[in-house]
């Protein structure tokens, strides 16, 4: 077992990583951020809170994933 960092800069640094796993795959995909928050039935801040970096609800991200037609785990580091 490990123990947790001193700090949660850790935790942050994952958020910025799967928010921009998000944005790389839906520009991949040619989509808007109007599109698929619009499909993923979720509000606009919150993905852009996502693609941001913020902390986001593990529900959202199984949304987002799902529009995208990409496993979960792909977003996640």
Do not use: C, F, H, Y
Request: hydrophobic share 40%; net charge positive; no cysteine.
């Amino acid at each position: 077992m490990r123990d947790l960092p001193d700090d949660d800069t850790w935790l942050s640094d994952r958020w910025r990583e799967i928010g921009q796993r998000v944005r790389t795959e839906r520009v991949r995909q040619g989509l808007t951020q109007d599109q698929v928050w619009q499909v993923a039935r979720i509000d606009r801040r919150t993905l852009q809170n996502v693609e941001a970096g913020k902390e986001m609800k593990i529900g959202t991200l199984l949304r987002i994933a799902w529009v995208l037609d990409v496993p979960p785990a792909s977003l996640i580091p």
